[in-house]
């Protein structure tokens, strides 16, 4: 089975935990895409989603699927959200996909989170992926400088064959932070929220997952947390 089968597996087992006739919490990246389009062909039973991302809310609207402002929605019942990697306690790092800011806010509201991915995500101690923070741009340097002094070694993701700076849906940037290997994620979410500038972590432990649904060639894992 190649990668995206797996994905594919996993996006189609999260339908089951879709909530009839509520809103859904839907989030980004190349699993959650997969997810999208599981959710087109079941559309009419729920009343609506809530989108992480500028992409994923175009995916869905290319689907005729109804996108809600948050500010419009008083409860998600079920979250939706792929991972660059969980460990086994459901703390997840976030990101990659450069949505962790809008991901970790429709999270929070959410009921339940549900991760979707591949069997390769799960992993013992959180950090061999780069952990990514958000952050307002002038405050790019500093920030480095205080992620450097936890033990990280920061980069700025920049824009495809480019030096420019990337940036998010949000008007942030973001710094990917190589070389922390996060035993108490928790505690790491904690401090780097406290530095000035962090507009957010893509460290998901304070909420972490709920179900994790892993896709391996021999069949579906779930975690429950
Ligand atoms: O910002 C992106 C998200 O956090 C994604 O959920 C994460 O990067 C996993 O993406 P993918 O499903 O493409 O591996």
């Known amino acids: 089975m190649t990668q995206d089968e797996l994905k594919q597996a996993v996006a189609r087992a999260a339908i089951d935990y879709v909530v009839d006739g509520e809103i859904i919490g839907v989030g980004t990246g190349s699993t959650a895409n997969f997810f999208i389009d599981e959710l087109a062909r ?3 039973r729920i009343k609506g989603t809530v989108a992480s991302s500028e992409a994923t809310a175009a995916r ?5 699927i109804p996108v ?5 929605v008083s409860s998600i019942a079920v979250y939706i959200d792929g991972a660059d990697e969980i460990n086994a306690g459901g703390a997840m790092i976030k990101g990659g ?4 800011t809008r991901e970790k ?8 989170f549900v991760c979707i991915a591949d069997g390769s995500k799960l992993v013992h101690v959180l950090g061999k992926f780069p952990l990514p923070v958000e952050v307002i741009p002038m405050a790019r340097a500093a920030v480095m400088r205080q992620l450097e002094a936890l033990g990280g070694q920061p980069r700025l ?3 495809a064959g480019s030096s420019d700076p990337f940036i998010t849906d949000n008007g942030g940037e973001i710094i990917d932070v190589a070389g922390l290997s996060i035993v108490d994620p928790v505690a790491l979410e904690t401090q780097i929220n406290q530095i000035v500038g962090v507009i957010a972590v893509g460290l998901f432990a304070q909420r972490g997952a709920n179900v994790c649904l892993l896709g391996r060639p021999d069949g579906l894992q779930t975690l429950t947390f």
């Open 68 to 72: 809600y402002d948050l500010n419009d």
């Open 105 to 112: 806010i429709v999270a929070s509201v959410s009921k339940k």
């Open 42 to 44: 079941i559309k009419d």
């Open 97 to 100: 996909g450069a949505a962790l």
């Open 157 to 159: 993701r920049t824009k």
């Open 60 to 64: 869905l609207r290319g689907h005729g």
